[in-house]
Nanobody, 124 residues
Framework: QVQLVESGGGLVQAGASLRLSCAAS????????MGWFRQAPGMERECVAT????????YCADSVKGRFTISRDNAKNTVYLQMNSLEPEDTAVYYC?????????????????WGQGTQVTVSS
């Protein structure tokens, strides 16, 4: 079992930055492909970014390319999502997820473990 705990969310103004963290316990995170997903009110959950066990990143949502950066620190068993130039449209609950696949991609069905989520609210 992998337990994931997200942190770093909050209320910010448009243009600000936040860094989300996802701390894992129970298993070594280096063996898992990781992803960040988000769900806005009334919307379906969508993939934001993924990172493979080897550290290769992919950004699922075109709207975050160039603004968000996913990274992992296996020594700290933690995955990050650096979010810059935040926009009101980024408002959502952000979830961290772990997959037993090394390169799970954007399909949430490939992720077995999920955190409880952290709220990000961007005001205009």
């Amino acid at each position: 079992q992998v337990q994931l705990v997200e942190s770093g969310g909050g209320l910010v103004q448009a243009g600000a930055s936040l860094r989300l963290s996802c701390a894992a316990s129970g298993r070594t995170l280096s063996n898992y492909g990781m992803g960040w997903f988000r769900q806005a009110p009334g919307m379906e959950r969508e993939c934001v970014a993924t990172i493979t066990t080897s550290g290769r990143s992919r950004y699922c949502a075109d709207s975050v390319k160039g603004r968000f950066t996913i990274s992992r620190d296996n020594a700290k068993n933690t995955v990050y999502l650096q979010m810059n130039s935040l926009e009101p449209e980024d408002t959502a609950v952000y979830y961290c997820a772990a997959s037993g696949y090394s390169a799970p991609g954007s399909d949430s069905n490939y992720y077995s473990y999920w955190g409880q989520g952290t709220q990000v609210t961007v005001s205009s």
